[in-house]
């Protein structure tokens, strides 16, 4: 291969890097510094197969710094990962709020019928310094807010009764969206979700933390029986742009099909809708 298609092809990818995945792309001037350090001359004198195993050693170069700059600069996450501290106490689950006279003295209060198709869709949260874990039912949340901290871990656990195409967002104080699931970021699952299976995310050894955006959270767990294209086309989108209005206006369209469903559960489409305080 000789010297020019081969800087063509090494630029084509680190195009379509930075097109495709917008939330990992460095900052520009990362970019930059990185281009202009190349030793071109010196480069392409190198023999072919050490060019190459040069240029996996640029991408990985170019992928720990954008994780850097997002951990420490304007570029970071609002939900990111770390490994979950050990508990063998298994997970406490908190029920709805009881309420005398209803199911005998002292029974539980109402619940809520939750989606013939969901077994099991748990939240599940672990504060700082503590070896419990906690855990909430999405499909029946106790009435008292959930107050979590930069320094606290959680999770979601789910189980399907079948396969299904599953959408886990995360919006938060400063309304902003991000996706959680399918995201190779924070899972190597990917949709359709295998019915029958006890799946978390993120992977079971991680737990997601918050960046030190105070206020509310919102997490939106929608499952369909066919791909939602679209969605994925509209949060390419969202991620894409910097135009402030058009991200309001394709995260509004977002919501407003949100609602939607949730309004409209049936077998072939559903959502639930869980929030906390951070």
Known sequence: M?????????????????????????????????????????????????????????????????????QTGNGQLPVMLREGRVSEKGVTMHEPETVPGRGGKGGKAESKKGHPSVKQLQFHYQKQGSGFIEGIDIQNPVDESIILSSEDNYRLLIELTQDYYVYIYQSDAKNELMKLFPNEMYSPVQNPLKGGLIHYLPTERNWFYLAENAGEETIYIAAFLQPKHDWDELYSGYTGTDNAQEKQEILSRLLDEFASIEKMQSEGAFIYIFMFNN
């Open 2 to 70: 000789d010297d020019e298609k081969f800087e063509n092809i090494m630029d084509k990818w680190a195009s379509h890097e930075i097109r495709s995945a917008p939330k990992l792309r460095p900052a520009e001037k990362i970019y930059q510094m990185l281009k202009s350090k190349q030793k071109k001359a010196l480069f392409f004198k190198i023999p072919g197969s050490i060019r190459w195993a040069a240029a996996g050693i640029a991408a990985a170069a170019i992928i720990a710094l954008t994780i850097l700059y997002q």
